[in-house]
C-alpha cells in the first residue's frame, strides 16, 4: 500500500530572484510552501546570496546561476546541503527540463526563451511572465507548447486579466481587447522633457514595483508595445481587435469587449501576486494575503487615448503586428540593446524607439520563422544592428556635442 499522502505539486521558477520571481515564492509561502509544494529548481544570473538563500528556504533539488562566472560561489554558497548546482545556458535548460509540473517563466528578455521553450517542449504548465517569448516566437512558441501538452497560462496582469474575463464558449463573440496602460511617470510629458531624463528618473513607476527592464519599458510604454504583440498571440486575435487605454490608476488590469457591447473587466489592486495565484492554482481561485479594493477611498477611475506621437512604441509594435513574420522579435531584439545602452547612459531616452524603428525597417525583408533557428537568427542580426544604431547615435551626439 502507498501513503495516504497526497502527492506534492513539483514546481520550477525560472528567474526566481527577480520582481516576479519573489513575489512567486511568496505566493508559494502563502498556499502552504514545503508542504504543498516540491521546488524542482530556482534559478538566478549574479544574485548569489539571494539565490542560494531561496534554494536553502525552498528546498529546492538544483539551483543555477545564469553566470557562468558565478558556478564556483553558488557551489560554496551551497555546500553541504545537498542542493545540486548548475550554470550558464545548459544549467538553464537542465532547470526547465526538471521533471515539474509547473514552470513560471520569469527570466526577463529573450535570454528566457530558449528555457521555456525546453519546458514546454515537455509539457509543463507555463506560467508566463516573460512575454519576450510570445513576442519574439510568436505562433511557434503557441505551438510548442500545445504540442509538448501543457498549458500557457499568462502571468502579465494585463493578460491573467483578459485571460480571467474570456468565456470560453464566447470567443467567436469577442470584438476587441482592451489593454489597460498606467502611462508610466512620463504620462503629461512633453518629448522635450523625456530627451533628458536618466534611467533612476525613468524606472520610477507610479503604480508597481517592478524589475528594471519592464520599470524602462513602461515609462517609454516598449512594455505596452510589447503587450501589444503578447496579447494577439496568446488570444488569437487580429490587430485591429487590440486597443490600448491610458488608465493612470492601474485598478483595471484589462477589459475584454463582447459583440453584445458588454465589457468584462478584471480589477484589482496593483499587486503581482494576484496573477501569480492565479496562474499557480488555475482554473481554481485561492485565498491571498493582498490588498482588497476599497471603491470608496478609490472614489474615481480615469481613461485617456494614448500618444502614440510621444509614445512611439505603441505605433511601432502595431506596425510589427501587421508586417508580421519576425517583426516582433526584431522589435524585442532591437528594444534590448537600446534599453541596455540607454541604461548604460550611451543614448538618451527617445533614442530607444528611434533605434527600434530603424532596425524594424531594415529588416523588413527577413522570411516569417520556419523553425526556432530563424527566430534566433533574427534575434541576433536584429542586436547586431541595434548595435550599430546605438553607435551611430552615440557618434551624432559627439559631433553635436
Ligand atoms: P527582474 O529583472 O526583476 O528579474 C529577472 C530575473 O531573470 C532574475 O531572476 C534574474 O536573475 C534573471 N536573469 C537576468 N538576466 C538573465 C539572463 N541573461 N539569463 C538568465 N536569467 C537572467 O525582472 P522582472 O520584473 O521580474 O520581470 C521578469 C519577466 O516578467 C519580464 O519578462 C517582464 O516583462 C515580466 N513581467 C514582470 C512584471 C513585474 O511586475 N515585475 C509584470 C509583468 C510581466
Ligand atoms: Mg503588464
Not at 6 to 11: M, N, S, V, Y
Not at 38 to 66: D, R, S, Y
Not at 270 to 296: Q, S, W
Amino acid at each position: 500500500m502507498t501513503s495516504g499522502a497526497p502527492e506534492k505539486r513539483r514546481l520550477t521558477i525560472l528567474g526566481s530572484t527577480g520582481s516576479i520571481g519573489t513575489n512567486t515564492l511568496d505566493v508559494i509561502d502563502q498556499l502552504g510552501g514545503r508542504d504543498a509544494f516540491e521546488i524542482a529548481a530556482v534559478t538566478g544570473n549574479g544574485n548569489i546570496g539571494l539565490l542560494a538563500a531561496q534554494a536553502t528556504a525552498t528546498g529546492a533539488e538544483l539551483a543555477v546561476t545564469a553566470s557562468e562566472g558565478q558556478y564556483e560561489n553558488l557551489k560554496s554558497a551551497l555546500a553541504g546541503t545537498g542542493i545540486e548546482v548548475a550554470a550558464g545556458r545548459s544549467g538553464l535548460i537542465e532547470a526547465a527540463e526538471r521533471d515539474a509540473d509547473w514552470v513560471m517563466a520569469a527570466i526577463v528578455g529573450t535570454a528566457g526563451l530558449a528555457p521555456t521553450l525546453a519546458a514546454a517542449r515537455r509539457g509543463a504548465d507555463i506560467a508566463l511572465a516573460n512575454k519576450e517569448c510570445l513576442v519574439s516566437a510568436g505562433d511557434l512558441f503557441v505551438r510548442a507548447v500545445a504540442e509538448g501538452g501543457g498549458r500557457l497560462i499568462p502571468v502579465d496582469s494585463e493578460h491573467s486579466a483578459i485571460f480571467q474575463s474570456l468565456e470560453d464558449d464566447q470567443r467567436h463573440a469577442v470584438e476587441r481587447i482592451v489593454l489597460t496602460a498606467s502611462g508610466g511617470p512620463f504620462r503629461t510629458w512633453s518629448r522635450e522633457q523625456m530627451a533628458g531624463v536618466t534611467a533612476e528618473v525613468a524606472r520610477a513607476h507610479p503604480n508597481w514595483s517592478m524589475g528594471l527592464k519592464i520599470s524602462i519599458g513602461s515609462a517609454s510604454m516598449f512594455n505596452k508595445g510589447l503587450e501589444m504583440i503578447e496579447a494577439k498571440h496568446l488570444f488569437d486575435v487580429a490587430p485591429s481587435q487590440i486597443e490600448v487605454v491610458v488608465h493612470p490608476q492601474s485598478i483595471i488590469h484589462s477589459m475584454v469587449g463582447y459583440t453584445d457591447g458588454s465589457v468584462i473587466a478584471q480589477l484589482g489592486c496593483p499587486d503581482m501576486r494576484t496573477a501569480i495565484g492565479y496562474a499557480l492554482t488555475y482554473p481554481m481561485r485561492t485565498k491571498l494575503n493582498v490588498d482588497r479594493l476599497d471603491f470608496a477611498k478609490l472614489a474615481r477611475l480615469d481613461f485617456e487615448a494614448p500618444d502614440e506621437v510621444r509614445f512611439p512604441a505603441l505605433r511601432l509594435a502595431r506596425t510589427a503586428m501587421e508586417r508580421g513574420g519576425l517583426q516582433g522579435a526584431i522589435m524585442n531584439a532591437a528594444e534590448e540593446v537600446a534599453f541596455h545602452a540607454f541604461v548604460s547612459g550611451r543614448i538618451g531616452f527617445l533614442d530607444m524607439a528611434d533605434i527600434a524603428e530603424v532596425v524594424m525597417d531594415r529588416m523588413t525583408d527577413v522570411a516569417p520563422a520556419a523553425s526556432m533557428d530563424d527566430v534566433f537568427a533574427a534575434d541576433g542580426e536584429a542586436r547586431a544592428r541595434a548595435a550599430e544604431a546605438v553607435a551611430e547615435k552615440e557618434k551624432a551626439a559627439g559631433a553635436a556635442a
